[in-house]
């Protein structure tokens, strides 16, 4: 019997690695970088993504706005475990394996976080976002 490691960790830690890595000191702003962030409940359809609102600019936002993983057809769980997988330096075979994803698809998810989870934003995690290009038709 073959364990699935999708099965071990759930929505809420997978939202709250994603603030960790996109807000190490706190949540900020998206818009104006401010931390006069106030919560604002949670999103509808995914029960652990939080909802914020700034208190300066007034700019609704949740953990996902601006990142990689908005919208994105891979659920956050995959992205993240991809994460994980790239940290134990597993290949983009054995990553495709785990996750039960094609090779394709490993190799746009593993090239695009290495670029870093926020499209755009202030901060180090963007600092080569200069040079990002457009990544094609993956996302749709
Ligand atoms: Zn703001």
Known sequence: MQVNI???IDDVQCYQ?????????GVACPSCAS????KRG???AEPARQ?????DCDRRFDD???TMFAGHHQPLKVWVLCLYFMGL?????????????NGNDV???TAQLREGIVKKAYGDAVRRSGVRRSLGDCGS
């Open 107 to 109: 190799q746009q998810m």
């Open 35 to 38: 931390q006069h962030v106030i």
């Open 6 to 8: 999708k099965n071990l």
């Open 64 to 66: 996902l706005t601006d």
């Open 42 to 44: 949670f999103d509808d």
């Open 89 to 101: 330096n597993l290949s983009n075979e054995q990553i495709g394996h785990e996750l039960a994803l």
């Open 51 to 55: 909802r914020y609102e700034c208190h």
């Open 17 to 25: 690695t994603v603030r960790e890595l996109r807000w190490p000191e």
